[in-house]
């Protein structure tokens, strides 16, 4: 299939968000749903049975195996507790352009605000790759072409998040992007967390 959304739903919390969040997304779009879980949701259209990934509390290897898991050539990753309002067509129409990957970039971006949310040791290891405060992704909501460079950029994200221990993936993102990057477009704040995409930003944590 050639477009779809990709949802990684583990535990009662992020069952319940990814539900509400592809009934959202259905009012808006008619893409294929593809959920990776323990269990069937009941609402996807293609189920990817991973009990093996349950030892992970955030659901992070799901997420940065979905080139390897989604049956989608290219994806719209959403996190579960996102809220969809509108379609969702403008990203895959840059991928269509030739661009690898679109996400949003982060509201936290300077002083205490930057990486606010990751251990103090992570917070600094991100910190110690760039020698300054970069432009930090959000990573809940993402456009992803299946190609060479994605593949390559996604299998270092996870191993960077894997060595370091993060307990989040987003300063393992930035790493990641900075040794093997991608074509990268950037879309604004509407798209994760404000009019577009709403996001409910920690209601799908067990």
């Not at 808006?28 to 609402?43: I, R, Y």
């Not at 129409?93 to 661009?99: I, M, R």
């Not at 991608?182 to 920690?202: R, S």
Request: hydrophobic content about 45%.
């Amino acid at each position: 299939m050639k477009r779809g959304v990709y949802y990684v739903a583990y535990g009662d919390n992020a069952r319940r968000e990814a539900q509400q969040s592809i009934l959202s997304l259905r009012r808006a779009t008619d893409l294929p749903v593809a959920v990776v879980s323990d269990k069937p949701l009941g609402v996807e259209d293609v189920f990817v049975e991973r009990e093996d990934e349950r030892w992970d509390p955030g659901a992070r290897e799901a997420k940065l195996k979905m080139l390897y898991y989604s049956p989608f050539e290219q994806t719209l990753y959403l996190d579960a507790d996102t809220r969809p309002r509108v379609n969702v067509m403008s990203g895959f129409e840059a991928l269509d352009d030739g661009w690898d990957m679109v996400l949003c970039p982060s509201k936290n971006q300077e002083g205490k605000d930057w990486l606010w949310h990751l251990d103090p040791d992570a917070r600094m290891q991100v910190w110690g790759w760039y020698g300054f405060e970069a432009v930090v992704f959000q990573a809940g909501v993402m456009w992803v072409a299946n190609n060479d460079r994605t593949t390559i950029l996604f299998d270092a994200w996870r191993m960077i998040w894997r060595s370091y221990k993060m307990k989040m993936d987003q300063g393992a993102l930035m790493m990641a992007m900075t040794v093997d990057p991608v074509k990268l477009w950037l879309f604004g704040h509407p798209w994760n967390g404000g009019a577009l995409i709403a996001h409910h930003f920690g209601q799908a944590r067990r």
